[in-house]
């Protein structure tokens, strides 16, 4: 419904089509759309997370080698 070749349609002709498509399709797949990008949004999150991790993790090294960096001055 909001991706894939809807751009290389002309705007008009698309809605023709949009409107030709019985609701009950339309609500198919909206519904499937809607459950697949949920999806790939929690996988997102758990990049996110991951990384967040890692940032945390990695904030004690950083100290240590800016207190290095300023500490030959």
């Known amino acids: ?3 894939g070749g ?3 349609v002309e705007r008009s002709k698309y809605v023709e089509r949009l409107l ?3 609701p ?3 609500h198919e797949d909206f519904a499937e759309q809607v459950h697949r990008n949920a999806e790939i949004a929690a ?3 758990g990049f996110v997370r991951t990384a967040m991790v890692f940032l ?3 904030i004690p090294f950083w ?3 800016i207190g290095l960096l300023y500490a030959g001055r």
Do not use: R
């Open 1 to 3: 419904m909001f991706f």
């Open 6 to 8: 809807i751009t290389t």
């Open 20 to 22: 030709a498509v019985p």
């Open 24 to 26: 009950q399709e339309i």
């Open 43 to 45: 996988t997102k999150f």
């Open 56 to 58: 945390f993790a990695a």
């Open 63 to 65: 100290l240590v080698a």
